[in-house]
C-alpha cells in the first residue's frame, strides 16, 4: 500500500468523523483488532441497522467476520471485498476498506455539492427579490417625478396671468384715508363686541346673586 492511499485513506475516516487517528505505523503489522473496528465502524456508518458479530477473538471467530462483512456489504452496497486480504490485516487489508470509504466520502461530497447549490440558488432567488423591490420603487418614483412634473408645467403656464396680477397690484396706489377708515370701523366693531361681552357678564352676576338670594330664604 502507497503512502499516498494511507494518506487518503485517514483523510477520508476523518472526514467521515472516524473517532482516532490511524497512521501507516498501524499497518506495518498485522492488525487484526484495529481492522476488524475500523470494518465494523464503516459497516455501522452504511448502515446503521446492520447486525454483524464483532467477536473476533479466536481465529474462527475472525474468519466468520470477516466473511458475514464481505457478504453485507456486496448485498447493501455492491462492494465485492476480498477476505484473504481482509484476513490478513495488513496494508492489503486498508486497499479493501478503502473501497468502502471511497463510497461513503463521495456520498458525503455529493451531498455538501447538492447544498452548495441549494444555497446558491436561495442567494439568487434573494438577490431577484431584492431587485424586483428596486424595480418597483424606481417605477413608483418615475411615475411620482411624472406627476409633479406635469403639475409644475401648469403652474409655470399660469404664469402669465399671475405675473399681470402682481403688476397691477404693485401698480396700485395705495390710499391712507381709506386704510384709516377700515382701521376705524375695526376697532369700533371690537369695541361694541367688548361692550356686549361686559353687559352679559354683568347681567350674569345680577342672576346669580338673586339666586343665591332666592337659596339663602
Known amino acids: 500500500m502507497s503512502y499516498r492511499e494511507l494518506r487518503n485513506f485517514t483523510e477520508m475516516l476523518y472526514t467521515l468523523g472516524y473517532p482516532r487517528l490511524i497512521s501507516m505505523e498501524n499497518f506495518r503489522q498485522p492488525n487484526f483488532p ?3 473496528e ?24 475472525r474468519v466468520i467476520f470477516v466473511k458475514s462483512a464481505a457478504q453485507l456489504m456486496a448485498t447493501k452496497a455492491h462492494i465485492k471485498l ?4 481482509l484476513y490478513g490485516a495488513d496494508g492489503y487489508a486498508v486497499k479493501e ?7 461513503l466520502y463521495s456520498a458525503i461530497r455529493s451531498n455538501e455539492d447538492t447544498s452548495d447549490n441549494y444555497q446558491d440558488v436561495e442567494t439568487g432567488t434573494t438577490e431577484l427579490s431584492n431587485k424586483t423591490t428596486d424595480l418597483k ?8 417625478i411624472t406627476s409633479k412634473g406635469a403639475k409644475l ?8 396671468e399671475l405675473r399681470e396680477a402682481r403688476r397691477i397690484a404693485v401698480s396700485r396706489s395705495v390710499d391712507i384715508d ?9 376697532t369700533e ?3 361694541n363686541e367688548v361692550h356686549r361681552i361686559n353687559q352679559r357678564i354683568d347681567n350674569l352676576a345680577s342672576d346669580e346673586a338673586n339666586l343665591e338670594v332666592k337659596i339663602e330664604k
Do not use: F, M
Open 34 to 36: 484495529l481492522v476488524a
Open 38 to 61: 475500523i470494518l465494523t465502524w464503516l459497516i455501522h456508518r452504511y448502515e446503521p441497522s446492520a447486525d454483524i458479530s464483532t467477536d473476533v477473538e479466536t481465529e474462527q471467530d
Open 153 to 160: 408645467y401648469d403652474l409655470l403656464g399660469q404664469e402669465v
Open 137 to 144: 420603487a424606481c417605477r413608483q418614483l418615475a411615475s411620482e
Open 189 to 191: 366693531s371690537v369695541n
Open 178 to 186: 381709506e386704510i384709516e377708515k377700515g382701521i376705524e370701523q375695526s
Open 97 to 103: 476498506l478503502l473501497k468502502i470509504t471511497s463510497l
Open 82 to 85: 476480498n477476505t484473504r486480504k
